[in-house]
């Protein structure tokens, strides 16, 4: 059954998604209208990837949240697809809150995701209850089943948090369904239980795989929990995360966590823990394993930190991030726009060893909408004190990306290329000191800038928000440098 709240929702999204279109990003997933923040259901269903998100069609500012519905073969192109989800049942009256889904042997595809009650005191004061819930569908139309919530206060862990408890991930092994779930242990930090079903219904508490113990933030929100190459991965996105130097920075961060995991004892041992993103606007991803093996990961392309940073009169706020291919190497997660874009990468302009110091353009290099990679060495290691590149240039503003080999650090910095006022604009991250080369491969889509270095050993998201018209690329460094430059438009 349709309720009133979702086809209200799936109405007004219809109406109203032309307005959108021009502001529209050209190939990152973006809501139909209005809000949207994380990730949820990114998954396989029959043979396709479907993507729902955290979704307010009626304003560019959060709201009661539904579930936005798209769908794609290949990462780059989006269908979409009406609104699956809307808070329309007394346990989600205030929210569908993040989760994930998973494909049913009988063919259907089940959503768990968070439903969010907000209680108000006699004092006035608002206490809000998060619990697990079910819907289950056919790839457009869900039905949140009877049973709900599935999870719930009860199934906390002893000394959980009982008003933060949210963002399910399912997964299957064999025959048994498990789900890992955001939660505060009694310290007030995150911790992250795990749950496990026969059926995808009937769910029952088995381990807390990890916590927090305050050293990465507080709320954990968000968790991720997956095999790769021979490793075990956690990622949580942590509130309130501290800088630890370069390697984390503050406010909300996302975290990763590599070990071993042994299934028998569900005995999770890390390893190493690294940022997984070193830019300003990434945060919440979700992964899936795709149909070839490689596991993808897609984040939201804002942060909670930036929030009131936005275009002027634009009728979305939100965009996720290009897929990412994710690989260890050496205990370290690798991150690399998923191979797909290159399919519709197109006039390709490409120099090899210009020599640049002083700062230059160079013919057909420009743009606002592209993939560009750009390799610099010097003759010696220790020639150069920084290399830069400036991207949405214009005479007075532009986006920085500095290199600087003596300190191995990448620093971008977009206060010329961001609103007037004074806002979270630069940072900074070590890279690996390849005697003195570096590779950074840069997608832009209007306004979005994703730095993948060195093949992906860091990765970089932000935004910047000069006019759209500001297209040129500078390079400059101290002292003689050469680079390699190629640089693709695309053909959608
Ligand atoms: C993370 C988050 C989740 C929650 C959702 C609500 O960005 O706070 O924990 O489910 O957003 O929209």
Redesign the pocket.
């Given at each position: 059954m349709i309720s009133e709240i979702l086809l209200r929702a799936r109405q007004y999204e219809s109406e109203n998604e032309y307005l959108a279109d021009k502001h529209r990003p050209e190939f990152h997933a973006t809501g139909t209208i209005g809000w949207i923040?994380?990730p949820n259901g990114f998954s396989v269903y029959k043979g396709e990837y479907h993507l729902f998100y955290?979704y307010h069609p009626y304003s560019t500012q959060?709201g009661p949240?539904h579930w936005g519905h798209m769908k794609t073969k290949d990462f780059i192109k989006w269908e979409r697809l009406p609104v699956a989800i809307a808070p329309d049942c007394d346990y989600d009256k205030d929210?569908c809150?993040?989760g994930s889904a998973i494909e049913l042997p009988d063919g259907r595809q089940l959503l768990m995701y968070?439903g969010v009650v907000k209680e108000t005191h006699e004092d006035g004061s608002v206490e809000e209850f998060q619990h697990q819930c079910i819907a289950i569908g056919d790839g457009i139309n869900y039905e949140k089943i009877d049973n709900n919530p599935v999870l719930d206060i009860k199934d906390i862990p002893d000394g959980g948090d009982i008003h933060d408890f949210?963002?399910p991930k399912i997964w299957k092994d064999g025959e048994d369904y498990y789900a890992v779930i955001?939660n505060r242990a009694c310290d007030g930090s995150g911790s992250i239980p795990m749950y496990t079903s026969k059926d995808g219904i009937l769910w029952s508490y088995v381990k807390t795989i990890d916590t927090c113990n305050n050293r990465y933030g507080s709320m954990w929100?968000?968790p991720d929990f997956f095999e790769l190459d021979n490793k075990q991965i956690l990622v949580v996105?942590p509130m309130d995360m501290e800088a630890e130097g370069l390697e984390f920075h503050g406010g909300h961060g996302v975290v990763v966590i590599g070990g071993l995991y042994d299934k028998q004892n569900h005995d999770f041992k890390r390893e190493w823990v690294q940022a997984c993103d070193y830019g300003i606007d990434f945060?919440?991803p979700q992964t899936l394993l795709a149909l070839d093996g490689r596991r993808i990961m897609i984040g939201?392309m804002r942060n909670?930190e930036t929030t009131n940073l936005r275009p002027d009169n634009c009728p979305i706020f939100g965009s996720m991030t290009i897929p990412r291919e994710l690989t260890v190497i050496e205990n370290r997660l690798y991150i690399n726009p998923v191979k797909e874009i290159e399919k519709y990468r197109n006039n390709l302009v490409h120099y090899e060893n210009v020599e640049v110091k002083e700062p230059i353009q160079l013919n057909g290099i420009s743009g606002r909408i592209f993939d560009m990679t750009v390799s610099v060495t010097s003759e010696t290691q220790d020639d150069y004190s920084f290399f830069r590149m400036v991207l949405g240039k214009d005479e007075k503003h532009g986006a920085s990306i500095i290199y600087r080999p003596k300190e191995n650090t990448v620093t971008f910095d977009r206060t010329l290329a961001s609103k007037r006022f004074d806002t979270l604009n630069c940072r900074s991250f070590y890279v690996n000191n390849h005697d003195g080369k570096i590779k950074l491969r840069i997608i832009m889509d209007k306004d979005s800038i994703e730095l993948f270095v060195n093949d992906g050993e860091a990765v970089a998201t932000f935004l910047i928000y000069n006019d759209i018209s500001a297209d040129g690329i500078e390079f400059e460094a101290d002292k003689k440098v050469y680079i390699d430059v190629a640089h693709y438009t695309f053909d959608f």
């Amino acid at each position: 059954m349709i309720s009133e709240i979702l086809l209200r929702a799936r109405q007004y999204e219809s109406e109203n998604e032309y307005l959108a279109d021009k502001h529209r990003p050209e190939f990152h997933a973006t809501g139909t209208i209005g809000w949207i923040n994380d990730p949820n259901g990114f998954s396989v269903y029959k043979g396709e990837y479907h993507l729902f998100y955290q979704y307010h069609p009626y304003s560019t500012q959060w709201g009661p949240m539904h579930w936005g519905h798209m769908k794609t073969k290949d990462f780059i192109k989006w269908e979409r697809l009406p609104v699956a989800i809307a808070p329309d049942c007394d346990y989600d009256k205030d929210g569908c809150y993040s989760g994930s889904a998973i494909e049913l042997p009988d063919g259907r595809q089940l959503l768990m995701y968070t439903g969010v009650v907000k209680e108000t005191h006699e004092d006035g004061s608002v206490e809000e209850f998060q619990h697990q819930c079910i819907a289950i569908g056919d790839g457009i139309n869900y039905e949140k089943i009877d049973n709900n919530p599935v999870l719930d206060i009860k199934d906390i862990p002893d000394g959980g948090d009982i008003h933060d408890f949210r963002d399910p991930k399912i997964w299957k092994d064999g025959e048994d369904y498990y789900a890992v779930i955001g939660n505060r242990a009694c310290d007030g930090s995150g911790s992250i239980p795990m749950y496990t079903s026969k059926d995808g219904i009937l769910w029952s508490y088995v381990k807390t795989i990890d916590t927090c113990n305050n050293r990465y933030g507080s709320m954990w929100e968000c968790p991720d929990f997956f095999e790769l190459d021979n490793k075990q991965i956690l990622v949580v996105s942590p509130m309130d995360m501290e800088a630890e130097g370069l390697e984390f920075h503050g406010g909300h961060g996302v975290v990763v966590i590599g070990g071993l995991y042994d299934k028998q004892n569900h005995d999770f041992k890390r390893e190493w823990v690294q940022a997984c993103d070193y830019g300003i606007d990434f945060y919440a991803p979700q992964t899936l394993l795709a149909l070839d093996g490689r596991r993808i990961m897609i984040g939201w392309m804002r942060n909670w930190e930036t929030t009131n940073l936005r275009p002027d009169n634009c009728p979305i706020f939100g965009s996720m991030t290009i897929p990412r291919e994710l690989t260890v190497i050496e205990n370290r997660l690798y991150i690399n726009p998923v191979k797909e874009i290159e399919k519709y990468r197109n006039n390709l302009v490409h120099y090899e060893n210009v020599e640049v110091k002083e700062p230059i353009q160079l013919n057909g290099i420009s743009g606002r909408i592209f993939d560009m990679t750009v390799s610099v060495t010097s003759e010696t290691q220790d020639d150069y004190s920084f290399f830069r590149m400036v991207l949405g240039k214009d005479e007075k503003h532009g986006a920085s990306i500095i290199y600087r080999p003596k300190e191995n650090t990448v620093t971008f910095d977009r206060t010329l290329a961001s609103k007037r006022f004074d806002t979270l604009n630069c940072r900074s991250f070590y890279v690996n000191n390849h005697d003195g080369k570096i590779k950074l491969r840069i997608i832009m889509d209007k306004d979005s800038i994703e730095l993948f270095v060195n093949d992906g050993e860091a990765v970089a998201t932000f935004l910047i928000y000069n006019d759209i018209s500001a297209d040129g690329i500078e390079f400059e460094a101290d002292k003689k440098v050469y680079i390699d430059v190629a640089h693709y438009t695309f053909d959608f």
